[in-house]
């Protein structure tokens, strides 16, 4: 009741602050001006182009429409003075009309027919390639437009991060921005449970056919989350503001894949459909692995190592559908629904071997096992969002209340089988469902042409369950275990407060500075009757979040921006469950609910320029982290054999300074070439008590490195080659793998560029790709090597189908709460256990 009162006190202080900072002053007459819209060459209306109203040798719009069906506009509310029009559309030069003349006296002014000339080559049929770079630099993010890159086709969206400025994927497709798994991840601005639960999963189901864009978000203002110390990142799927009815139909078939793409979209008078539904299905994959281990503390001197393999099919699937509707020019209504259902199965195969190089303590030196997994896991669920947008008569004055509803399911079913029975056979069954509810108001005004104010409050109400049942074998059976199951409960909410303000001052120069307060509750119930400790737990604290940008347009080319950002990772429930996590019995895991966030705050200062056609993007920043949480694992004794038991704690500080350097350049019209390098360091000083586990004693360097050129020829025929190099990534007891990768890709635009076929290619020249990783405590040291398939050869395919009318869509608006994930899997209180390793 208590974050209920802050919302409705929220929305009264927005709606105060609007009275206050109401705009005065001037003439109280106010017109209007109007006109027709007429094409020179067809003589026909010109529906829908944007018409907007600008002071006379101003460059801010002071308000703009949309033409009608009919070729009509009306700008209502213009105060008297001196104005110029400026008419766009695609396919057609600006045209604009100077002076335009309102008085006291004579107050409307109708303009009457307008005869607009396309330009030399007017677009016709549909198939338009947006205008936009391929890369575009905003003051508060980098955008990524995904529909301009041509090797995106036929992948999904893990694939298309690895060429984002700042982003790099791993080997199990986790995300990182700087070289900073702690992101937060957006779908069109807005929360999903399903990346909640599985990210990397999830990011999977996603076809790139589907992304219009991916925004890059390092330094996020107060009206964002305080969820994520790396960042934010927006996936933007696509949604035609095309009138009439319109679709398309694109896929691709390759030995790694096989995905599929349908859109349709309607769009009538003030009433607009989108649907869209993909999926993919990958072929049998196959890895193989080499691990050691090394145990040698008090008399134990042993070493295991373990030889195997892993097949692997992977299915997925993603639709949507979203509906709004504009009541009038000041109320406009929005839903999306969007359901998301895949899995993959497994079937590993090890043997192991274990060597006592203490002959005197155990005489039965050298045996051998062999162990065989089969694993089920799914994931499924939707999120559906509504949001109510209020327009007030003063331009960009508007009021948005959102919520939403994401349901997620996770099933991780396993069956471990040994022999000879060195370790006793299991079956574990871990279901998992989380609810997450979001109430959301957000405000702005645009006080005058110097300052703008944004205010919003925001209600996440959060509620998991994972039930995870063990069961032992019986002959030829398995039996219910209720000893060694358990029961999951968690909740957590969030209240949170927000103000921004935009300052545009004189000589260029721009501020956004603002403010945030988060106050977050946590309750947990583990229950399990077979271990004794089990007690309930809460927690609750608060947060204050400021964010500062300072930027500095030194020409019309080049801009300077200095940013300053705090941001914290909160522990997900998986980090806090202290239920003993045994479903692998050499490799156990404890949660720690006394955990607090990580808090990180960062400096980023960032040189962007226009050189003709070529874009350079330079920023170096410092980012400072407190109460990392680190995974430290110490040796165990399991009856007669050794294992490891990992628990999670706030065990250091850490310093990094990076350098990140985009480039985009044409050398001739044709060629373009993209080169992205992020360098940063990692330099982490444990807390005292933690020490005795630290072994990364000096400061690392890490980095990530894309590389591209593209040729586009006149004829409709793109052809690009690029490559991916990822240095390891370190962490308080070892490193994980390297990680690189090289493709190509061709495609010809054909039937008057309503459709296009092309080829893709990864790997070319390693059918499997070999990743190291190390690990090392007290007591013990562990070294691993797996191989994945990686070589892959597809033809990908796109047709697109309507009529050229298009409309200005209305811009979304929104954030998400990601928390500090572990596998980025549900899991239960028992964890993923053996059938969800080494998946990719």
Known sequence: MKRFYILIAIICSVITAKAQFGVGGGSATVGKISGTLIDSVTKKPLDYASVGLYHSGGKSPVTGVISDEKGNFKLNDVHPGSYKLAITFIGYPTKIIDPIVTTAVKPDNNLGIIIVAPGAKTLKEVTVTGQANLVENHIDKIVYNVEKDLTAAGGNATDVLQKVPMVSVDLNGNVAIRGDQNVKVLINGKPSGATAASLSDVLK????????????????????????????????????????????????????????????????????????????????????????????????????????????????????????????????????????????????????????????TNPDSTYQYTGNTLGHNSFGGFDWTMDYTHKFKKEGNNIVLSGEWSHSDIVTDFTDYFTPEKLTNQQENINGTNDEYTLQADYTLPVNKTLKVEAGGKEIIRRL????????????????????????????????????????????????????????DIHGVPTSPGEIGLTPFSTDYQIYIPSLTVQKQLSATQTLKLSYSKRITRPSYTFLNPYVNKTNILAQSEGNPALSPEVSQTIDLNYNTFIKSSLVNVSIYYRHITGVIESIAQPIAVDSLNGTLTQFHNADVNNSFGFNFFTSVNPIKILTLRTNVNVYTYNPTPYTEYAYYFTNTQTKISYNIFLSASVNFNSGLIAELFAVENSPRYTLQGSSFSFSLLGLGVRKQIMKKKASIGLNTLEPFNKYKYFDSNFSSPGFTQSSRFGFPFRSVGITFSYSFGKLKFTNPTQKKGDVDEEKQGDQGVGGAGGTGGGGGNNR
Not at 224 to 239: C, H, P, V
Not at 316 to 332: E, G, H, L, M, P
Not at 510 to 517: E, K, P, Q, T, V
Request: glycine share 8%; charged share 10%; net charge neutral.
């Open 205 to 360: 189901t996603i076809p790139a056919d589907q992304i219009k864009s991916i925004e890059v978000i390092t330094s996020p203002s107060a009206k964002y989350d305080a969820e994520g110390s790396a960042g934010i990142l927006n996936i933007i799927t696509k949604q035609s503001n095309i009138s009439g009815i319109s679709g398309s139909i694109s896929g691709g078939f390759g030995t790694r894949q096989n995905n599929g793409n349908f859109n349709l979209n309607y769009n009538k008078n003030r009433f607009s459909l989108s649907i869209n539904a993909g999926g993919n299905l990958t072929w049998p994959q196959t890895s193989v692995s080499d691990f050691n281990q090394n145990f040698n503390y008090g008399s134990t001197d042993v070493s295991q190592s373990s030889m195997g393999t892993n097949l692997v099919k992977r299915y997925a699937s993603i639709s949507s559908a979203t509906a709004s509707y504009s009541f009038n020019a000041y109320n406009d209504i929005s839903s999306t629904f969007r359901y998301t259902k895949g899995g993959f199965n497994t079937d590993a195969n090890t043997t192991t071997t274990k060597t006592n190089n203490n002959f005197l």
């Open 465 to 520: 369950s994972a039930n995870s049942q063990q069961f032992d074998p019986s002959g030829n059976t398995f039996i219910f275990d209720p000893l060694n199951s358990s029961i999951y409960n968690y909740s957590q909410d969030v209240t949170a407060a927000y103000t921004v303000l935009t300052f545009t001052l004189p000589k260029s120069w721009s501020i956004l500075a603002g403010g945030r307060f988060e106050n977050t």
